[in-house]
């Protein structure tokens, strides 16, 4: 889609490339083209209609041939629109420059004086300079282009102010150079392609500026005449001839289209954002394209949650990067299951996809089923969809400054959420949120209901965080790593919070971390992940202490004590695998230390007995 | 919120001084000696010394400045000589006619600029979103003025359902629906613009905000995509239009020039053309004074509103 939208974003701009070109190009061979002479009057031809014999485009209330006129004119308009953005671009960026180079009291001196012009409407400021100069062509100049000096001005100060600290022009003044030197060596060569793309944009501006003075009569004087002018005669017999309105018109706008084209092709290609596709708009839900049939859903009632070899791809481009590459977890009514990894190993991805909330484009989910109740999210309608969300399965995110909305009080969000699911008149349900905020322990909740969420410390967004998922008594809740943005001292309170309701309401926690300090505390069973897959699961407490996969015990190593440990895993050294380019075979084997010639070819199953599971060829020993 | 009103409409003053200098410049600049221009080419030196001494215009720039200033504050801004009327009176009446089409103006931008982003950024790729990003590519291009004419041409030339100039009939005229009726294809001209380039912004914050976390976690508590686009995302990117769309009002103020022009609108931009053609300075001077000093004025409003909408901006 991406490409898609690029290709037809350039094939617009070379459009636009081409008819500037050939505007120009006419507007150039002017002189060599066999045209009358656009000034010559001739009575006995005046107003004859376009196509007429001797005159293409007919000729105006002087009987003036309007083909010769109009490229006559577009040389004009064009010439003059050139000129004012040069103009404007010279003085603008010299401005720019010496107080973006200065700063202090010069840059604060000149950047007030151009915010004073800027409280001027546009036009009028070029109304006001022209009332002063005096109608003409050339005043018109003058003013269009002294209008525009405030835009490069301001552009190019921003980017000098960039430059004059870089290093490279520390090291140019320490070597002697002086300030003049400085500027013309080091800052404008740099500033030169701003300025550039800063004209390309404006020009277009320009020439329906002059245009426009011209057309009021302000500017280019008869018999002279640019398009703006032509367009201002044709207007006084609008109704009798409306073609000599209506070509100069056309040529304006051709000419403004052209170059608008052409800048937003040009600015387009220049951001990276629309390549890689950052720049899309992810969907309601995670598109789902399945390679294979789903699997037959189990017989009988079956766990909470069951997901069955789900696979989930960021596709950018023409690379594919395979974040989850079949996982298979399995959930009972008010267990807590931990899900481990570093990051990058896909558990975060696994946990967005079960309801589909993985940005898409890029993310599609390609294989597997998610059942919840025995339904598959995967196969849901978005309606079906919604209702389960918040409402039978909630999450909790990582960092509750950025998750929650800005804007809106804490105590909106919960009411919110509680009436997404049902008909509950809004006061009943703000005293929901306010009890629900008590729960989650926020002293003085009813007030603090009317907070923002920047007004609120981490600790307390967190719970907010909490509130907020368990607002609507889910039977399965999802914690995406909820107090690693938290400072230590609140973490061990967040965690007490979420153990004490999960077990109060016997809710099903899926709890995402990179800690087995926390999965100790608080899981009954634990999945390690690795490079998109789960390398070993067991109860956690038989994990923990014999772990079977290689990586497994590293990461238990990498807790100095349990319960305490809030170390990060680097300890272990390299690092995973990137997801585009995974190995074949173990993907831990770069790693590994028991890694052998077999570890690196096929496929290794997920294989152990009873509750306990192990990818692995070379198992660590169960110490008897 | 009342204290950084307070304090917004006291930075304020410093704004509005500088403009009264810079349009204070701006006429002591014009070239020629204004007495000559009022008595024509045929007074006498001494008539013209004599006037030269009335208005003030012997004594140094710095107190005429002062002077002009003081007669400012007391609503005085000279009198026309083409006119023969009070400036004030003039800019004034006129002043309300241009209100009434820029109001109207930026509404239909607004409303229309709004609409389309959101669509656009809802549809993003999609069919409608390519033709209405196309359309509003050619609304950005196209000259105001060409723009009225046609507009002109169709509507009251050739189907005759709209007047083409002036703000209200000639003969029994003045009622409201006849106000609207005139004021419908000028408003629209002066909007496309602008309508275009708010368009472009909305899409582009609306696509900004959409790919953030808080709009993932809106999905996950189980809201509808309408809640999401217009409560959330549309919520948290008009923090980011607002400023365009003031800053858009002084493009409709300065473009009114045109439309007025093209439509006879009776505003105080037909007024300023003939002014600076007649050369009526102290017109164009309270001409430019007022429509600058009502963009300041609406830039604050402006500025107020995306305070009052950001609770983190307030201090
Ligand atoms: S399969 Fe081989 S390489 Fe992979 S963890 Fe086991 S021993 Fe190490």
């Given at each position: 889609m991406t490409t898609l939208r690029l290709i037809w974003r350039n094939r617009l701009a070379a459009f636009g490339g081409i008819v500037l070109c050939a505007v120009v190009v006419v507007a150039l061979l002017a002189p060599l083209l066999p045209l009358p002479d656009p000034d010559l009057t001739a009575p006995a031809e005046r107003l004859k209609p376009p196509f007429s014999a001797g005159a293409l485009l007919g000729t105006d209330h002087l009987g003036r041939d309007l083909l010769s006129r109009l490229i006559w004119g577009t040389r004009l308009s064009l010439a003059v629109g050139i000129a004012a953005a040069v103009i404007a671009a010279a003085i603008g960026s010299t401005i720019g420059i010496i107080a973006g180079f200065r700063g202090g009291r010069i840059d604060n001196l000149l950047m007030r004086g151009i915010d004073m012009l800027m409280a001027f409407p546009y036009i009028l400021l070029a109304l006001a300079i022209v009332a002063v100069l005096g109608p003409g062509l050339v005043n018109a100049l003058y003013a269009v282009a002294a209008v525009n000096v405030p835009f490069f001005a301001r552009n190019i100060r921003g980017v000098t102010v960039g430059l004059a600290h870089r290093e490279f022009v520390d090291a140019a003044r320490l070597s002697g150079k002086s300030g003049a030197r400085l500027v013309f060596t080091e800052i404008l060569p740099n500033v030169l392609p701003v300025i550039v793309i800063a004209m390309s944009t404006t020009i277009g501006w320009m020439i329906l500026e002059t245009a426009g003075l011209s057309f009021l009569g302000l500017g280019s004087q008869p018999p002279q005449a640019d398009l703006g002018s032509m367009l201002g005669e044709g207007r006084k017999l609008l109704i009798t001839a409306p073609h000599a309105s209506i070509v100069p018109g056309v040529m304006i706008f051709l000419i403004v289209m052209s170059v608008n084209l052409l800048g937003d092709g040009v600015r387009d290609a220049l951001d990276p954002r629309l390549r890689s596709g950052a720049l899309s708009r992810p969907a309601a839900a995670t598109e789902v394209r399945r390679k294979?049939?789903?699997p037959a859903a189990g017989a009988g009632?079956?766990?909470?949650l069951a997901v069955e070899g789900l696979e989930t791809e960021f596709q950018v481009g023409a690379r594919v990067y395979r974040a989850v590459g079949g996982v298979d977890l399995a959930i009972a009514p008010g267990e807590c299951l931990g899900l481990i990894g570093e990051s990058g190993s896909g558990k975060s991805v696994t946990a967005l996809s079960l309801l589909r909330l993985v940005a898409s484009p890029p993310g599609v989910i390609t294989a597997g089923a998610v059942r919840i109740g025995g339904e598959d999210t995967l196969a849901m309608k978005p309606e079906a969809l919604r209702r389960i969300r918040g409402a039978r399965v909630s999450y909790i995110f990582q960092d509750p400054l950025g998750t929650l909305h800005p804007l809106l009080r804490v105590g909106d969000q919960l009411v919110e959420a509680i009436r997404a699911h049902a008909p509950v008149p809004r006061r009943a349900a703000w005293a929901r949120a306010v009890a629900m905020l008590e729960r989650v322990q926020i002293p003085n909740a009813a007030a603090r209901a009317r907070s923002y969420p920047h007004e609120l410390s981490g600790g307390m967004r967190q719970r907010v965080g909490i509130a907020l998922a368990l607002v609507n008594d889910p039977e399965l809740v999802i914690a995406d790593?909820?107090?690693?943005?938290?400072?230590v001292t609140v973490q061990a309170g967040i965690l007490a919070i979420l153990d004490g309701l999960r077990r109060e309401r016997g809710l099903s926690l899926l709890f995402i971390t990179h800690d087995f300090g926390v999965v100790s505390q608080l899981c009954d069973r634990v999945a390690v992940m690795y490079a998109g897959r789960i390398v070993e699961t067991g109860p956690t407490a038989e994990v923990l202490a014999a772990p079977r996969h290689p990586y497994t015990r590293r990461l238990i190593a990498c807790v100095p004590e349990i319960g305490a440990g809030r170390r990060r895993?680097?300890?272990?050294?390299g690092l995973p695998p990137p997801v585009d380019a995974l190995p074949e075979g173990c993907a831990f084997a770069p790693r590994c230390d028991k890694a052998a010639e077999r570890c690196r070819t096929g496929q290794i199953a997920l294989e152990g007995s009873g509750d306990r599971a192990v990818r692995c060829l070379f198992p660590e020993e169960v110490p008897a | 919120m009342l204290g950084y009103t307070i304090r917004r409409l006291l930075a304020l003053v410093p704004v509005l001084l500088g403009l009264t200098v810079i349009v204070f410049a701006i006429m002591a600049m014009i070239p020629g000696d204004p007495a000559t221009a009022i008595l024509g080419s045929y007074a006498t030196p001494e008539n013209v010394a004599r006037l030269n001494r009335e208005l003030g215009l012997d004594r140094p720039l710095v107190e005429q400045y002062f002077i002009w200033l003081g007669n400012l504050a007391h609503g005085?801004?000279?009198?026309?000589?083409?006119?023969?009327?009070p400036v004030l009176d003039e800019v004034l009446e006129r002043f309300s006619a241009t209100l009434v089409l820029a109001g109207a103006a930026l509404v239909l931008c607004t409303v229309f600029g709004l609409l389309i982003g959101i669509w656009t950024a809802a549809r993003q790729y999609g069919l409608v979103d390519r033709v209405l990003t196309f359309v509003v590519l050619v609304g950005i291009s196209i000259p105001s003025f060409w723009l009225g004419l046609l507009l002109i041409l169709l509507f009251a030339v050739r189907l005759r359902w709209l007047p083409a100039s002036g703000m209200q009939a000639i003969y029994g005229g003045g009622g409201l629906g006849d106000l609207a009726a005139h004021l419908v294809l000028p408003a629209t001209t002066l909007a496309v613009v602008a309508t275009g380039v708010i368009a472009r912004l909305t899409r582009s914050a609306m696509l900004e905000v959409l790919r953030q976390d808080f709009i993932r976690t809106a999905r996950a508590k189980g809201l509808g995509e309408g809640r999401v686009l217009y409560g959330h995302a549309f919520r948290a990117a008009l923090v980011a239009i607002i400023p365009v769309i003031g800053v858009q009002a002084g493009f409709v103020l300065g473009g009114a020039v045109y439309i007025e022009t093209v439509f006879q609108w009776p505003g105080v931009g037909g007024m300023l053309v003939t002014a600076i053609s007649t050369r009526d300075v102290l017109l164009v001077q309270g001409g430019v004074l007022v429509v600058a000093a009502s963009y300041v004025l609406f830039n604050l409003l402006a500025d107020l509103a995306q305070t009052w909408l950001d609770p983190r901006v307030q201090t």
């Open positions: 294979a049939a789903t009632a079956g766990p909470l790593e909820p107090t690693t943005a938290l400072d895993l680097e300890a272990i050294p | 005085d801004l000279g009198r026309s000589y083409s006119l023969n009327r």
